[in-house]
């Protein structure tokens, strides 16, 4: 099982203005909850950590979960209001964010709050985005992945949020504290330019890899993932379709990841450490196909199995 822990949030999806006012369509989000829901769409076991409110948006995004068949066992619940999170899409399909999030549920979780002892079952955790930057959640995954990383794959995607997380030096230092306990990170080249502008991909890349990790993926939109490890660069072709919007692709990319790694039998501490590039390659196709039949929906609505399969057949 894969447990994953964050954020979950409403995305307020704002349309052009008419007469009357602005259309909005509210829709479930939040990375590593977008995360959980595809893990459980591509019908591999995943489990949520985290803290919902009990009000009308909590009970949405709790219902959401059970749609896609992920635990709640993990689950906790408060009488805190749930996160908003405006969207106006930009005229290239590119979310532009709002965040309205003040003593918000999502937030809440406390170290003292985590669960003790995870069972043997959960064989890895995912985690990531601003719940790495807001506090008491942000504490409490630290000590999870800290407490956890010696028995279980830890994934990390950054999916750095600047308006949310506000001093991005402190939400680097964490993040950089947090190299050490993963052996997976997912970035995409926009995380890389906000926490080192100027710099590289493939440099930065590296430079993760040597304080811990096992594998570093970037993904860059339309020019593809590309994946370090050991020596090995690995760059792969962005499958191309017609994009509706990009929101929840990167999310459906880390889901297609680690659903392929833990489909194949990997995801285990000692067999990501002895992937192959051959293999790498596969998970980043498969990632890579997943993200794609995103794009051609509107917001984070990730695909199953069998038609990220058909997907990748098609264009064989």
């Known amino acids: 099982m894969i447990l994953v822990c964050g954020e979950a949030l409403i995305d307020l ?10 259309s909005a369509e509210a829709v479930a989000g939040g990375s590593p909850f977008n995360v959980a829901i595809g893990i459980g769409r591509l019908g591999r076991a995943a489990a949520f950590l985290s803290t919902l ?26 009488p805190n209001p749930t996160t ?49 930057g807001v506090e008491p959640i942000a504490s409490a995954v630290e000590t999870l992945l800290r407490r956890e990383s010696g028995s279980r794959v830890i994934s990390l995607d950054p999916n750095v ?6 001093d991005l030096t402190i939400y680097r230092e964490r993040f950089e504290r947090l190299l050490a306990h993963a052996h997976i990170i997912k970035a995409s080249d926009e995380d890389i330019h906000l926490l080192h502008p100027g710099e590289d991909l493939v440099s930065v890349a590296r430079s993760w890899l040597q304080r811990g990790p096992r594998l570093v993926i970037v993904t860059r939109g339309a020019e593809g993932p590309l994946a370090v490890l050991g020596t090995a660069t ?25 659903s392929w790694f833990d489909a194949n039998g990997l995801l285990v501490p000692e067999r990501v450490t002895g992937l192959s590039d051959a293999q790498v390659t596969a998970a980043l196709d498969f990632a890579a196909a997943a993200a794609a039949i995103v794009c051609t929906r509107r917001g984070a609505n990730p695909p199953t199995w069998d038609e990220v399969n058909r997907f990748m057949i098609e264009r064989a």
């Open 53 to 78: 409110s009990e009000d009308t948006f909590g009970n949405f995004l709790a219902g959401k979960l059970a749609e896609a068949g992920v635990s709640q066992s993990y689950l906790q619940r408060c």
């Open 13 to 22: 999806f704002v349309g052009a203005p008419s007469r009357i006012g602005l």
């Open 161 to 166: 949020r600047p308006r949310v997380v506000g």
């Open 234 to 258: 690995i760059e792969r072709p962005a499958p191309r379709v017609d994009v509706l919007d990009t929101v929840g692709a990167g999310d459906t990319f880390h889901a297609g990841l680690l």
């Open 84 to 132: 908003l999170s405006v969207v106006a899409t930009s005229a290239s399909g590119q979310p532009q964010y709002s965040f309205y999030a003040p003593d918000s549920a999502d937030r809440a979780l406390t170290p003292e709050n985590l669960p003790s002892p995870l069972p043997a079952d959960v064989n890895a955790i995912a985690a990531g985005s601003y719940a790495l």
